[in-house]
């Protein structure tokens, strides 16, 4: 079974860190694009930024300068740093892994911005 697993998530103030974590197990972690995704409340799931199989990065212009996504392919693990917190930013957070016709994701993360 193919698993995606986030961590990291939380609360945090406006202009603060998180750093979230996606690992990935039960495929072969380097055949796959992968990516973040997040959804608000009463919103559709957005692209937030994405990792191809070669370490070619795209960011929504929303978190353009202030997120970073990496991956690190000895641990099946795709990380997103993110800074520089808006309230906006407050969603669910969902890993993605795309191969050919096939895509799985995670279960999702919560970050909220609040002051």
């Known amino acids: 079974q193919v698993q995606l697993v986030e961590s990291g998530g939380g609360s945090v103030q406006p202009g603060g860190s998180l750093r979230l974590s996606c690992v990935v197990s039960?495929?072969?972690?380097?055949?796959?694009?992968m990516g973040w995704y997040r959804q608000a409340p009463g919103k559709q799931r957005v692209l937030v930024a994405v990792?191809?199989?070669?370490?070619?990065?795209n960011y929504a212009d929303s978190v353009k300068g202030r997120f970073t996504i990496s991956r690190v392919n000895a641990t099946s693990a795709v990380l997103l740093q993110m800074g520089s917190l808006k309230p906006e930013d407050t969603a669910v957070y969902y890993c993605?892994?795309?191969?050919?016709?096939?895509?799985?994701w995670g279960q999702g993360t919560q970050v909220t911005v609040s002051s």
């Open positions: 990792i191809g199989r070669g370490g070619s990065t």
């Open positions: 993605n892994a795309r191969w050919l016709n096939i895509a799985y």
């Open positions: 039960g495929t072969i972690f380097s055949w796959y694009d």
